[in-house]
């Protein structure tokens, strides 16, 4: 028998304030149809003035920790995806710990833009299967909204803010793939790509925080083809195929490549947890707020195949796949 993690419980936070494409459209020169037809996104949500990443971060936090009937001090672990930090330093996973009630183990943050959540569960599976840590919270949440220049309306469509968690939980196994927790996790990285998406600001070379930069064609093309190797990635590391798969749990970033993906593995649109149109891209916040969803709704069920999936500036990209 060897150690491996166990999804507990995951939950999720969305800022109160929704901002539709029409009221976007007031703003900038765009359209609901535009922006529908070429994204799948309808709403996104703003967060308040003073409304920090930690904020959203310790909510989903607390409501993850409620559906595991854990609390604070249960936890040793906490790994938080996020490209929008409360501050320069320290960790804004450091605050989440301090606002729960974690008085041990470690907190830290790691940054990989839209695929954050997927290298932050990676970090945290290894955590836990090589026994440093028997429960870990793994958080996505952004406040994208911060770096935004709301002029560019080629990328400010795109982006909302919010912030999911899952608590992960030690477990035993055979090392199969018929038993509960997490198979496997795959991460890859090219800093070729840097050019493509990325933010133009920074501490150490402009002092400031920067609006982020895309090239879109680009970033799409290179989407469908980095995906698809994270996503073969885990098919081959468990000997399955993509009808074996129960569930997809997609970073939400555009419906088309959501659905090509999930065509792509077999799978039927009812399949595919979708949160795009009422979320737009929460970066790191996107797949664990699409679990939380279908996690609390029923869709996902014990003993579901879950796989995720996300790519992100860098370029990063990466895929996770769970037995529930």
């Known amino acids: 028998m060897a150690l491996r993690s166990l999804v507990a419980g995951c939950g999720g936070y969305l800022p109160s304030r929704i901002v539709t494409n029409a009221e976007l459209a007031k703003r900038i020169e765009t359209s609901d149809d535009w922006i529908t ?42 790994v938080l995806a996020t490209s929008t930090p409360d501050e ?49 919270l793994v958080i996505g949440a952004e406040t994208f909204s911060r770096i935004l220049d709301w002029k560019d309306r080629t990328t400010c469509v795109l982006f909302g803010d919010g912030a999911g968690a ?31 998406l990325y933010v133009d600001g920074g501490p150490s070379s402009t002092g400031t925080a920067g609006f982020l930069r895309m090239e879109g064609r680009e ?17 081959a590391a468990n000997s399955i195929t993509g009808t074996d798969i129960d569930w997809l749990v997609p970073h939400q970033a555009n419906r088309r ?7 792509r593995l077999g799978l039927p649109p ?12 929460t970066s790191a916040a ?4 699409a679990l939380a969803e279908a996690a609390s709704d029923g869709r996902i069920k014990p003993g579901h195949l879950v796989l995720m999936e996300a790519m992100g500036g860098g370029f990063t990209w990466g895929s996770a796949l769970v037995r529930w």
Do not use: W
Not at 47 to 67: V, W
Not at 105 to 131: E, K, L, P, T, Y
Not at 219 to 228: E, G, I, S, T, Y
Not at 257 to 263: E, K, N, P, R
């Open 88 to 136: 320069t330093f320290p960790a804004t996973a450091t605050r989440v710990q301090a606002a729960i009630g974690m008085t041990r183990g470690a907190a830290f943050d790691v940054q990989a833009v839209c695929s954050g959540f997927v290298f932050a569960f990676a970090v945290a599976d290894n955590f836990i299967r090589v026994g440093q840590a028997r429960s870990a």
């Open 219 to 235: 970033v799409f093309r290179h989407a469908v083809v980095k995906l698809a190797e994270a996503v073969d990635a885990a098919i």
């Open 37 to 78: 037809q070429r994204t799948g996104i309808r709403e996104r949500r703003v967060a308040a003035e003073g409304e920090l990443t930690s904020d959203l971060a310790t909510k989903a936090a607390q409501a993850a920790l409620k559906r595991a009937g854990l609390n604070g001090g249960d936890i040793d672990l906490i």
């Open 257 to 263: 490549i959501i659905d090509g993906m999930g065509s």
């Open 166 to 196: 899952v608590v992960l939980t030690a477990g035993e196994g055979d090392g199969s793939n018929k038993d509960r927790g997490v198979l496997s996790t795959h991460v890859f990285s090219d800093g070729r790509y840097h050019d493509m």
């Open 270 to 281: 009812e399949k595919v947890v979708l949160t795009i149109d009422r979320h737009a891209n």
């Open 286 to 289: 996107s797949i664990p707020l």
